[in-house]
């Protein structure tokens, strides 16, 4: 054994423990950092579902009701049920919900039905560093829909009246247009 190997041994042993104390200083907070940006990403994802679902079922429902006050209503009770059934309260421990539905006529009849929500999350290991138990995660989901005019011709000839087939003709386009859901203007 050589004389002056046993004090170097000392010195290695005592910078490994103030080493391993330094750096969980630094790992502690990265790990509380990747453990809470995954739970804010799952709610984030499962908010930004619920508010892509409740726009794309408020545009489908524009065309219930004849005036855009009605087809604004219809919209936004539909976008309220379908949100409330993709993102029910409490949801990943969640509170202070808020939703909002703006209904707006853009361009040459076209409608966009905007849909925002909010919801406050909680923090488990990052709300020592920023110093608030919850941070606020938002979405916002974007559906259009543009009315189309739709004209149905007939022909009511001679020949085909003359044959029995106007009656017949008459009742398919009858059915045709009281199956189609829209506002539509029926006249003969």
């Known amino acids: 054994m050589k004389p002056n190997s046993r004090p170097v041994n000392r010195k290695k042993k005592g910078f490994v423990i103030v080493t391993g104390g330094v750096m969980l200083l630094f790992v502690i907070p990265i790990v509380g950092l990747a453990i809470d940006a995954s739970f ?11 508010t892509d679902a409740a726009a ?60 925002t929500a909010a919801v406050d ?20 989901g974007k559906a259009s829909r543009r009315d189309v005019n739709v004209i149905l011709v007939l022909d009511r000839s001679g020949s085909i009246n003359s044959n029995g087939g106007c009656p017949a003709m008459r009742s398919a386009a009858k059915g045709f247009v009281d199956a189609t859901p829209r506002n539509v203007i029926v006249g003969f």
Do not use: H
Request: net charge positive.
């Open 40 to 50: 804010l990403f799952a709610v984030k994802a499962r908010l930004q579902s619920a």
């Open 56 to 115: 794309l079922a408020a545009a489908r429902s524009l065309s219930v009701g004849l005036t855009l006050a009605e087809q604004q209503g219809s919209a936004i009770s539909r976008a309220q049920a379908f949100f409330a059934a993709n993102y029910p309260p409490g949801l990943f421990n969640t509170n202070s919900r808020s939703l909002s539905v703006d209904v707006a006529e853009t361009g040459f009849r076209t409608r966009t039905v905007t849909v």
């Open 121 to 140: 999350s909680p923090l488990f290991f990052m709300r020592i560093l920023v110093n608030s138990p919850t941070t606020i995660v938002s979405a916002t």
